[in-house]
């Protein structure tokens, strides 16, 4: 199987590359404390996850996730010359309830027909790789805002962010019942500019 190139082993010769370069840029990222080398890096979507939770008053808490999104993470030679730019399709919502995640999708919510994506890009970082954070400029619905998150890089490798917004200042104010707070929280992990993606 090694010595083909043809079938399925061939074509599965892109993915074990892109784990491969990922499990390296993991572990010199562990052992050095560091920010990865200098690049353009991607996000694996499968390797991440963007999930947000809000208090519900009559069930107590929702707990959500979008599942398609991309980045882009141009890392320089320090935080602050770092710079990070994601596109989130906020059709893909998912709380878990298909009738609750249509009504989140409708004008009296996100109005994804209108307004399909949601965008980040960051106008600063600042820290160590231990414990940064992350300005930028958020926008939903048509309506940006500036938002910060607090980061890290964990020991595998993978940027956990977390950050509050007030959902009433994006334009959702549907839902008397739910608390105006949401609680994003990211888990992001790069993919090395020498690696392709992994295959979908």
């Known amino acids: ?33 560091t920010l990865p080398a200098p690049g353009d890096y991607a996000v694996d979507v499968r390797g991440s996850q963007v999930t947000f939770n809000v208090t ?82 958020l926008t939903i619905k048509g309506t940006t805002r500036e938002v910060v998150f607090s980061a890290r890089i964990l020991e595998s490798g993978v940027v956990l962010a977390e950050g509050k917004i007030d959902r009433t200042t994006f334009g959702i104010t549907s839902g008397a019942s739910i608390k105006n707070e949401v609680r994003l929280r990211l888990q992001i992990r790069m993919i090395p500019p020498a690696a392709p993606p992994p295959a979908q």
């Not at 890392?75 to 602050?80: E, F, H, I, K």
């Not at 990070?84 to 009296?108: F, M, N, Q, W, Y």
Request: aromatic residues 10%.
């Open 56 to 137: 519900n008053f009559l069930v107590a808490s929702v707990d959500g996730r979008f599942s398609s999104f991309r980045a882009r993470v141009t890392v320089g030679g320090s935080l602050a010359a770092t710079h990070i730019e994601a596109t989130v399709d906020v059709k893909s919502i998912d709380t878990g309830i298909a009738g609750r995640d249509e009504h989140l999708r409708s004008e009296d919510y996100f109005d994804v027909a209108k307004f399909p994506l949601m965008t980040f890009t960051s106008t600063m970082l600042w820290g160590t790789p231990e414990n940064f954070g992350i300005r930028g400029n």
């Open 1 to 33: 199987m090694l010595r083909s190139s043809k079938g399925t082993g061939g074509r599965a010769w892109p993915l074990v590359l892109a784990v491969c370069a990922a499990l390296a840029w993991t572990q010199a990222a562990r052992a050095a404390g």
